[in-house]
C-alpha cells in the first residue's frame, strides 16, 4: 500500500530518471534511503551493470544517521577513485536534497567525485 509521498517520490524519480543516464566514462550515482540504512551504488546504464556499492548496514543495528550517510559516501567514493572513476552522474532517486542524502553527496565529493 503505496501512501501519496511514496507515489510523489516515484513520479518524480521517474522524471529523473528520463533525464539521466550513466555511461562507461561517467556512470550513475544512485542513492536509496531506508528506515534502518542507506545504500549507494555506481551504475553503468549503457552495460546494465553496477559497479561498485556501499551501505550503512548493520545486521541488529539502525545505522541511518546523517554520519552514516557521510561515510557511505566517502566509501563509495573511494571505491570508485580506485577503480579509476571520478565523474558521476548524481541521481537522488526522487528524495529531496536535503539531509542524508545531501551528507552522502557532500562525502563522495569529499572522497574525490565530481557531479
Known sequence: ???LKD???IRIKR???AKITGSAERPRLTV???NTSVYAQIVDDLAGKTLFSATSHVKGKVNNNI???KSVGIAIAGKAKA???TKVVFDRNGYLYHGRIKSLAEG???GGLQF
Do not use: D
Open 83 to 85: 577503480a579509476g572513476i
Open 15 to 17: 522524471a529523473i530518471r
Open 1 to 3: 500500500m503505496s501512501t
Open 7 to 9: 507515489l510523489r517520490r
Open 108 to 110: 563522495a565529493r569529499e
Open 32 to 34: 536509496y534511503r531506508s
Open 67 to 69: 554520519e552514516a550517510a
